[in-house]
């Protein structure tokens, strides 16, 4: 099922980064919803968006739905979209199903699929196939916003430079709504420059640089999720954990918890009028895999990309020998602000298929 | 399937801390392999050490097997066992489904159960529930023992006193074996006694502290597991959020990635004779969701446990007033030590399963 | 995922023959369900009796609850049960893995399990393991009976004494009622001698005989299940081919259907006051895989239990060569009037399952 | 996952009668498959052949693969493909979201679907939707093919002109041979005529007659499937069930086995030099839910397709009174002689995945 995905919904992925198309398959979804193909247009540019920092590969990302929509809206039946490969320059990747790029899925894959995978530009592997999962994270959210639900993240950290978690901000109205409209988003403005220029210190040089995303989910009630092995945190760090270069997941305070005391670390209830609400949020809104009505957040850590433009030692499968490889292509210095919209749609999917099941 | 897991094996894990009994059914296991009971009751002591800092509930954990085992051997069928509770004082627990205990599922599981779930001792969501799980893990040890897997931890860190990782320091056999033997599992034996002390600090006024635990799964070879939904990392992550208390998952250097360049994160392959190895581990086996050979490693952030003496603020939910709540019972001040070996059963299960779709 | 089951609810089996218990677990129930026990036990009664056609082996099969049960209601949590085995001959069976009986799974089971599985008694293979799927049953027909569902069937023809289907029949109340507290069930009373005379024909001469069962759902509303992949009809064959000895399935008319033409077979509607409903239930239900407010039918072709106690051909697996066979042990010389509460339960299952994922 | 389907191998489905395009995704295919395109086509023309019986719709069903296949040969990951709609009439269908057609699932996908479903031509439920799971299954075809197994079908009735089952016949080489090249695919050709005259009946009349396909698969070695929830035939039946028309499915003798005595009906081994045969079929090849090593023989019931040009009574659901309608469009009178390479498909996708997971 590595390409299949859910439980009340599913949502299958397909496409090659150099191939024909890719695109999804999204079943299950309630019929009756009317489809914003507009707000799918903006959670695209969000991912593709061209910077300092970006790809210079301009892919117009124009999506076509082939079912499961008739007069602008679901259904019931399964939902499929497709968006065409176009700038494809296939030749800047002949080598590298000989000599595998260090920190890529080249020598996995190639193991994996005994030399058959597609491996021009990363193949099935390439960020590229995050598109999809944008496109059916865009029809979730506005699934989600018909019950008060909203998904949002920011850059928490590029590199060294890292500014403040919402668990112990909390979370206002005005900065959801900035973070909406930036392309960069960032929930401190005044960060902005200095993760900016960290990006730049290492694009300059060829080189690369991560950052951790943070992201919020207001307005789950509480009772959502289940014990163990379908814990809210198990099925979200699941689906984390498929975006390519997510290396880690942690939810409220995440590993700083464990410095904490249990008495610090849990977080006392009171009532606001007749709601039962968190003093703290150290839990990230889940305890015992079931949301507790407070904010479900949660860090995802996201690697360096892994192509740097300099030599790198690698190996020679065919001639089985040591070797360098240099990555021409085209390629991000940075990808964490385009992994934004890429989180929300992961968690925006999920949530939809806990509620659809609860 | 909130109590049902996998996909090439299955494992249902059932049973509430005062009820009947606990238990767990493996389904789709290989036929034929030789158990060794020896080594199942050693993983279930390891969980269930007594010391100063754990429960002074004793329960035997006598396992009684009652299908899918013949002559010592697994006949294919459905493995089940299960473990009678002896020792519950349930009356420590009464008032805990009207005045909900901070940081624990009491809260949560009362709304999605209507208040209908068992709630004494935590009911479903108690950690005794996790020996059903290392029973299993015990057999899929044996089960990866035999194709040269072997899979092991070690505590981190306490609270603030942190050793070194397994990505550091490399994994070296005396340490490993080491790490079987002893009951607290730290790596670093200089750093036993500050863990020690630093457990105490919390347990003598009442309170808590939690802690980091890596593990390692040596042996896997490359090419193991799959992009996008069934990453490695998503299946190993997906069951390490079932363990009640982690809070976090992180795969090699796991969220320190972020802040080094592409090109220093990179693994870089060279050849080790035939085999093709790589000089750092950074990416902790793993990449685009497939094994790279290099021995598996992330580390699990365990929380405090939320058990602590001291009054907390809570919510009286009969009355719909805020309220106080002291915890009796009987409860570890640190429960870190006692959960490796329930990630080691996590992780032993999961790799089976990912190997035998492979 | 052999030994468990389902979607939304979830149901795993587990048990050999001559084991140490049988048993099972329900997951995502419902929480705060009462369980009526005395009607379990009336389930497996039906299951079990003992009659002049039935196996002398005299099981009481008593059932414990060992969690998800708590002050007699559903916790939400997994629902487990086993039944102990006791009144077991082991050595009836010795030779059965070295001369497979025909129409056994002894051969097959043999190869797939390289010899390992427990063949005693027939082991996992055995007719005694539909007994937890009786008590399962049981459940799922109490939660049914709150939504006003029902489920009942008759046994529509042993050898070739063939009743009426309630497809041409007609459901009558008084019909219905009679059945359920009939051992030996047949909707028309006068065919009663005729099949127990077909019965005893075959069990004179140490033979066996089949049968077909009819089971019909009443109260399912319209528009329950999916069309292809998880149609009413695939579902709810999936698990009616689980059952042992079930050799065919079929819906409303079913094989006859395809001599009516389509005039014929549909199923014309019209108003009934408020309520939209057939005048013929040639499709037993069901069109395009969803419920269309008619109840439910299908029919389950059971084969001759093939225990005889005629000497037969077979192989002798070590020395490999041609053999022959003489089947001691107990065994009934028409399973059919048992397998009516489990064809019910199956369907009572199914339905559930359908129902909380509509 | 109604229109996702499989466990080893997964296929989604999607598209509607007179949407943008139909197709589907398969998942998790093994890599290096080389696919012969010029046998998808076969097989599709097959399904869409024109005869005097069926629709005069000619779609030339061109499909586009998008992903999956590079140089010729599957990569491994999910294969896609899509056949877009040309020739729709839409305006032929206009009420029957008002009126539904008595046998269809106009009605019953209404009310699921809160009319929100595209009712054109039959939306997904149309026949046309089984053009994508012909394409899975000649794909699949070609995997077994490489591991020696075969499947192939025939057309043993029409109305009451039946043909004789290849339980009794046997089935030999040149048959096979025939029916391959055969579009109207009857085993036994004297009975050719007489079908086509029985289907000439019904369709003279505006009416439509149905009929019953048989199909083997040669090759399965014995031990290949699992006792209970994952048996072969449960796998096989719930894949058939998901054809539309399909109301009854049978293995071996199915119904007709309840009239032999178990020794009749046991299939007896003996050796065929070293290979274990048996001397007849009436099991169909699975005993327990596993292969035996005999052909896996079943029947499905095609019913009358439902579209008739006849007036037919219905309800309206806009002045909730009863009503007549008559079908225009263009439909088939018979469908069978195009449903046997669908019951093929379904057959050789459900064997891939089961021998996938053995």
Chains 1, 2, 3, 4 share one sequence.
Not at 207 to 213: D, F, L, V
Not at 230 to 237: G, K, Q
Request: a negative charge; charged letters at 20%; aromatic letters at 8%.
């Amino acid at each position: 099922m590595s390409d299949i995905w859910g439980k009340n919904i599913q949502f299958a992925i397909f496409g090659e980064s150099h191939g024909t198309a890719i695109g999804g398959v999204i079943s299950s979804l309630p019929a009756g919803i009317e489809i914003d193909f507009d707000a799918i247009n903006h959670e695209l540019r969000r991912r593709n968006h061209r910077a300092a920092y970006s790809t210079p590969r301009a892919e117009a990302d124009a999506f076509e739905f082939l079912s499961g929509v008739y007069d602008g809206k679901t259904t019931g039946s399964a939902l499929s979209f497709i968006i065409r490969n176009q700038d494809t320059k296939s030749s800047d990747y002949k080598n590298l199903n000989v000599t595998p790029r260090p920190g890529h899925a080249d020598y996995p894959a190639s193991v994996k699929y005994d030399g058959f995978n597609d491996y021009r530009g990363g193949g099935h592997f390439s960020g590229r196939i995050t598109a999809p999962l944008v496109v059916a994270g865009a029809i979730a959210k506005q699934i989600l916003k018909l019950q008060g639900i909203d998904v949002f993240a920011h850059i928490l950290s590029i590199g060294s430079v890292k500014g403040k978690s919402f668990v112990d901000t909390g979370i206002c109205d005005d900065t959801v709504k900035n973070l909406k409209e930036k392309i960069f988003a960032v929930a401190d403005a005044d960060l902005e420059n200095a993760m900016m220029a960290e990006i730049e210190k290492y694009r300059s040089e060829g080189n690369s640089i991560g950052g951790i995303i943070e992201c919020a989910v207001t307005g789950v009630p509480a009772g959502v999720g289940n014990p163990f092995f379908e814990s809210v945190e198990s099925r979200l760090a699941a689906m984390l954990f498929s975006i390519p270069a997510v290396k880690g997941v942690e939810f409220g305070k995440g590993f700083d918890i464990t410095t904490l005391s249990g008495y610090d670390a849990n977080d006392a209830y009171r009532y606001d009028g007749d709601k039962i609400v968190t003093e703290t949020n150290n839990n990230g809104g889940i305890l015992g895999g079931i949301t507790n009505g407070a904010p479900v957040i949660f860090k995802t850590a996201i690697k360096p990309t892994p192509s740097v433009s300099m030599e790198q030692k690698t190996v020679d499968l065919s001639s089985k020998a040591d070797a360098t490889v240099e990555v021409k292509g085209r390629h991000d210095s940075c990808i964490v602000p385009r992994a934004v919209p890429v989180v929300e749609a992961a968690a925006a999917l999920t949530i939809l298929d806990i509620l659809r099941g609860n």
